[in-house]
């Protein structure tokens, strides 16, 4: 009886909304429908041209690159300026650069690094192209700064640690023998090789301080043990300057310390210990290490720099 009631039941149909009709337009004019034509083709003209003008231009510079390395800027001449370590024939030769060869086609710091592979004493060459189709080299001279002594003869080396020259029977004063670990490469051109491959890089920085802070008369680098480095000053005293980081820092009381010591014992020859920021323990060559006076000992006092500027050194025990 339940389903005769619910299907005697009146069912109330659901209205749904009529779907929209699309909004129609009025027809186009033929005016209109002209004028879109004519702005379509216009569109599609402009963009022909931008494309044509590209293509045009890119024709353009490739064919200028092509003359200019072809037909135009060609090598007409060459000067050799600057330090005259070598004539300037050799320089040209080493440079590989010839005559009517094209003025932009080679690399300058290639060049530059070939001549001075080829020619070691220089140092650096400068490179200039002209329009009118001239060279110009310009040279700084490499100078000899460290010695590796093979025993029988010297190998020369310049402030970067390139070798200058192999089995020299002599070196210069102010040209420093140089303890390291052993070598493993050293031909003429190219940087020196050691088995520490940290020495290089060591004695260019201890170059580079020795030469900026003017610490003169020194004729030995040890780096062998970087944290308690040693130079020979004059070949007759052993500085311990201890760590290179901190060495930069020390080289004015070094300057003032062997001033004075210079000054007072011209012929002194021994050890001076400048590992404690600014101390000075003194040591005659014939004294035994344990008498160096101990920093902390009460009558030990820093050195200090009067007036004058002159530095005097915490002891000097002299036998």
């Known amino acids: 009886m339940a389903e005769n009631q619910n299907n005697n039941r009146t069912r109330i149909p659901v209205r749904r909304p009529a779907p929209k009709e699309p909004t129609r337009s009025a027809p186009k004019s033929r005016d209109e429908l002209r004028r879109e034509r004519y702005l379509e083709r216009r569109r599609k003209r402009k963009r022909n041209l931008i494309i044509g003008y590209s293509a045009a231009a890119v024709a353009v510079v490739i064919v200028a690159v092509v003359l200019s390395l072809t037909v135009f800027f060609k090598i007409s001449s060459f000067e ?14 080493a440079s590989e650069l ?12 290639e060049v530059a690094d070939l001549v001075e592979t080829k020619l070691p004493y220089v140092g650096e060459l ?38 200058l ?42 170059a580079e ?27 007759r005293i052993t500085l311990k300057v201890g760590m290179l980081a901190s060495l930069e820092s020390k080289t004015d009381f070094i300057k003032a310390t062997l001033k004075k010591l210079d000054g007072e014992e011209p012929a002194f020859k021994g050890t001076i210990d400048f590992t404690i920021d600014n ?9 035994q290490a344990t008498t160096l006076p101990a920093p902390a ?18 002891a000097e025990n002299h036998t």
């Not at 050799?80 to 030769?93: F, H, L, N, Q, R």
């Not at 060869?101 to 690399?107: G, R, T």
């Open 165 to 206: 020259e192999t089995e020299t029977q002599s070196i210069n004063e102010d040209v420093a023998i140089i303890v390291t670990s052993p070598v493993t490469r050293a031909e003429a051109g190219y940087i020196a090789e050691f088995e520490n491959t940290d020495d290089v890089a060591n004695l260019t920085r201890l």
């Open 126 to 163: 400068a490179i200039k192209r002209s329009p009118t189709g001239k060279i110009t080299f310009t040279v700084t001279v490499a100078k000899a700064v460290m010695a590796i002594d093979n025993g029988d003869s010297y190998t020369l080396l310049d402030a970067s640690c390139k070798v």
């Open 297 to 314: 000992e009460p009558e030990t006092e820093a050195p200090e720099q009067g007036e004058s500027g002159e530095t005097t050194t915490v």
């Open 98 to 109: 010839k005559n009517g060869e094209n003025l932009f086609a080679f690399d300058k710091q």
């Open 279 to 287: 101390k000075a323990f003194v040591n005659d060559v014939d004294e």
């Open 80 to 93: 050799v300026g600057g330090d005259e370590v070598y004539s300037p024939d050799e320089i040209i030769a």
């Open 209 to 235: 301080i020795v030469s900026v802070s003017e610490l003169e008369k020194i004729t030995q680098y040890d780096v062998t043990d970087i944290n308690n480095l040693t130079l020979k000053y004059d070949m």
